[in-house]
């Protein structure tokens, strides 16, 4: 699905004009002269202008029926569409609103009522309307899209990430999806070494966590060193032995390699890498020696 104002949106005129009679009000008494079949033709041109995106044609008569006394959840809901695709949040939100009043378990109203907030930078108004229509649209996958950017804007990757995994499950194939998760991951990782940092400067995981950021870029002297210094910080920590050992590994020093596996075994005996990782360098050695 599409939502109007966020991406991947589509115009939620259709779905309320669909089950209209659920957001019927009674007309008011000047507007009992009219059909009803005449004010259903009305509000079908609206909703085909809408849909069209001939946004004036849909706004003239959607105001036109409000003036008539016309309220109800589909005129203001699909006026708050014709303001959010014009970027005129703040007059969108007044008409989400009241299209809640009418509706307020119509999660799309919310969902939308959210992304301007957001837009507007109204980020707590925000989140709790977009929490709402999660509970309202639990598979919509644009609410915990736009969730994930309500915390992320403010450089909350704990809660940031949830949402984004939310998002992905929901949509496997969509690589755009899975690689925006990849790159909240990273953001949290790296929120996670200066929460350490801040907290304990000489934090085993912290220099572990240094190892692996040089290791991941080929550095194996500097990878070694930062595990080294882990190693000294807490010597019965699991993986840091491990570590040492691959990184030794790398730099082909293979007894040095041997010493530090065993001390990872002795520290997690049942570790299939630790034994598969000792194999490799029994291995390495072997054909080093040839």
Not at 115 to 144: D, N, T
Not at 168 to 175: E, I, V, Y
Not at 211 to 216: F, I, R, V
């Amino acid at each position: 699905m599409r939502f109007p104002g966020i991406p991947e949106k589509p115009h939620w005129a259709l779905v309320l004009w669909m089950s209209a009679w659920l957001f019927w009000v009674p007309p008011s008494r000047a507007q009992q002269s009219r059909s009803q079949s005449e004010l259903n033709s009305r509000l079908a041109a609206a909703v085909d202008a809408l849909k069209s995106g001939d946004l004036d044609t849909a706004e003239h008569i959607f105001t036109d029926e409000l003036r008539r006394g016309v309220k109800s959840a589909l005129v203001f809901h699909n006026l708050g569409v014709i303001a959010q695709e014009r970027g005129d949040h703040s007059l969108a939100i007044v008409r989400f609103r009241e299209a809640i009043q009418f509706r307020p378990d119509y999660g799309p109203s919310r969902l939308l009522l959210g992304s301007s907030l957001l837009a507007i930078g109204k980020r707590q108004e925000a989140i709790f309307e977009l929490r709402r229509a999660a509970r309202l649209l639990p598979q919509e996958p644009a609410v915990y899209g736009e969730l994930a950017r309500a915390y992320e804007s403010s450089g909350n990757w704990l809660e940031a990430v949830p949402e984004r995994q939310k998002l992905a499950s929901l949509a496997p194939d969509n690589a755009e999806y899975s690689y925006r998760l990849g790159k909240d991951l990273a953001e949290l990782s790296a929120w996670c070494i200066q929460e350490v940092r801040r907290t304990n400067p000489d934090s085993a995981r912290l220099h572990q966590a240094l190892g692996q950021e040089y290791a991941l870029q080929g550095k194996y002297e500097q990878a070694f060193a930062a595990y080294r210094q882990a190693a000294r910080s807490d010597p019965k920590m699991p993986e840091l032995h491990l570590g040492l050992a691959l990184m030794l590994l790398q730099l082909k020093r293979f007894d040095e390699a041997l010493q530090q596996i065993e001390l990872e075994l002795s520290l997690v005996p049942e570790s299939k890498i630790a034994a598969d990782t000792k194999a490799r360098i029994l291995a390495a050695k072997a054909s080093g020696n040839q």
